[in-house]
Structure formats: C-alpha cells, structure tokens
C-alpha cells in the first residue's frame, strides 16, 4: 500500500533512484491523491513534488497525466485480479466466500477510489470494453472450479454462463461504487435494503447460480 501522504506538508528532498523505483512512487503519489479527491486531483506538477522528481522526469515515465491515471488504476486493477485469482483457486465452495470477494472488489473501486478513475479513463477513451475491468482471466479461473466441483456429475455449462455470472457482479460493484447513494440509505450501508446487503444478497445469488444453475 502507498505510504502516507505528504503532499500538504514540505516536499521530500530529491535522491537517486532507479527507473523502476522513480515509477512506482510516482504511482504510490497518484494512486493518494486519487483515493483523496478524485481523477482531478492528480496533476503532474504536483505529483512531481510530490515525489521529490521534477516534471519532466513524471513525462518520461508516463506521457502525459491521462498516462498517469491510466497506469494508476491499471495497476490496481492488476492487483485486484491477482487476489480475486487466488482466492478463487484456494476457495472451499462456502457462500459466504463469494461475500467476501465481492467484498474485496468493492473496497478497491469505492473505498480506494478507483471506480471514479475507471470511469473517467471510459469516458475520456482511455478504457474501450469491459475487458479493461480484467474480467476474462477471473472467468476462467472461475469456470474451472466450477468444472472441478462438478466432476461429471452434473452438466457444465458453456463458459459463457462463468464470464457472464462473473461480469455481473464486476458491472453491479461498478455502478454501486458511483451511485451508491442513489439506493437512499444515507450512510447506513447495512440499513435494510442498503448497499452492503444488496452485495451480500448478490454474493448468495452468485454462488448458488455458480454452483448450481
């Protein structure tokens, strides 16, 4: 996780350090300031002081600052489809595991921020498909466990039942993180008919079309 912000206190003095770790606190420095304010607050000069870098040397990594918030969430998309492959090869067929994955995914898009980011990167053209939300590798992965668990004794669906039982809920989570206060809860995520029972409702549902349908 990125360490703690310092960009509304004196910046760091510059030091030496290789391409690769100049690129990754460059990152670490956007991806705070996209979990802070939003997509706007990252501006290149100020992620630059961020880091104790100058300017040119965020260009060279990145291009430009729609360069910076695609490599941001791409980055955490990355990381998100890491755990959720993980948890989904080790899973022990328990409903409340597919609460928790949910669980998981809504943090990374609302919580840190990065459905906000993914959505501008859509609307600025920088994200052309759904596949940008790293679904197809996740799908996969889900299709054989589902094969696995079945072991002959029930019919397998086609995989295109897996990828859409998984774009369902990538797609829901998405709109959730937005709009969330649109279900009129206020900050009760908990309330009846709030967000966090409508992701443990949809993690039931998901698991026991997976499993069953």
Not at 141 to 164: L, N, W
Request: charged share 25%; aromatic share 4%; glycine share 8%.
């Amino acid at each position: 996780m990125p360490g703690k912000t310092n960009h509304k206190g004196a910046p760091p003095p510059r030091r030496r350090r290789t391409a690769l770790e100049a690129r990754t606190a460059i990152l670490d420095a956007a991806e705070r300031r996209l979990v802070e304010s939003g997509p706007a607050a990252i501006r290149l000069q100020e992620v630059a002081k961020d880091v104790g870098v100058s300017h040119p040397t965020v260009l060279h990594h990145f291009g430009s600052r729609e360069g910076l918030v695609e490599a941001v969430v791409h980055r955490a998309l990355d990381s998100v489809q890491a755990e959720l492959l993980e948890a989904v090869r080790s899973s022990r067929d328990s409903p409340n595991e597919a609460e928790v994955l949910l669980e998981s995914v809504f943090d990374a898009l609302a919580r840190r921020g990065h459905a906000r980011a993914f959505l501008w990167l859509v609307l600025s053209g920088y994200a052309s498909d759904v596949e940008a939300l790293r679904v197809r590798a996740v799908a996969e992965a889900v299709h054989e466990a589902r094969r696995q668990r079945r072991a002959g004794k029930k019919r397998m669906p086609p995989f295109e039942d897996t990828y859409f039982t998984v774009l369902l809920p990538a797609l829901a989570l998405l709109s959730l993180s937005i709009a969330g206060g649109l279900m009129g809860v206020g900050d009760d995520e908990s309330a009846p008919l709030g967000p966090r029972r409508f992701r443990a409702w949809l993690g039931r549902l998901i698991h026991e079309h997976l499993e069953h349908g």
